[in-house]
């Protein structure tokens, strides 16, 4: 069970919460449901409804489709936010690639606190647009390959 500072800690190092105040993060963190998942477990699926976005707390996260692996996110990196916005399945699936404990925010949540702060909203179209730019680069490095 994560301690407050350790939530605050941790959210305030998430690329999508940088720069907000800590008063308001605090706040955020606080209504976050931990989750354990052991090693090689299943998070989410390609095709099931999101409703929530993860922060891994420890451990490491894959995305992938079927065998290809799109990413691998460390500690303090969030993942399954694409769901949330677009209120459509899952595009990919996510593993647990070892012993991982992640914070889940749903999406009720997320909405209430981009009203509230809407930074947030500007945050997370950055790094979605860089996510969109690394593999736009991994696609066009393969198809050069051939």
């Not at 931990?34 to 995305?63: C, D, H, M, W, Y």
């Not at 936010?81 to 009720?108: G, H, K, N, W």
């Amino acid at each position: 069970m994560l301690t407050t500072v350790e939530r605050l800690l941790l959210v305030r190092r998430v690329s999508i919460f940088q720069e907000l105040r800590d008063d308001f993060l605090v706040r955020l963190a606080s209504v976050m449901d931990e989750q354990f998942f052991p090693a090689n477990t299943t998070i989410f699926k390609q095709g099931q409804e999101g409703r929530s976005l993860f922060i891994v707390v420890s451990g490491k996260v894959k995305i992938h489709l079927g065998g290809q692996q799109l990413a691998v996110f460390p500690q303090g990196e969030a993942f399954g936010e694409m769901s949330v916005f677009d209120a459509q399945p899952r595009s990919a699936s996510a593993i647990a690639l070892e012993p991982c404990e992640c914070l889940e925010l749903t999406q009720e949540q997320l909405y209430d606190a981009i009203e509230e702060t809407p930074e947030i909203a500007v945050n997370i179209i950055r790094v979605l647009s860089r996510r969109i730019r690394d593999l736009n680069h991994t696609v066009n490095q393969m198809s050069t390959q051939e």
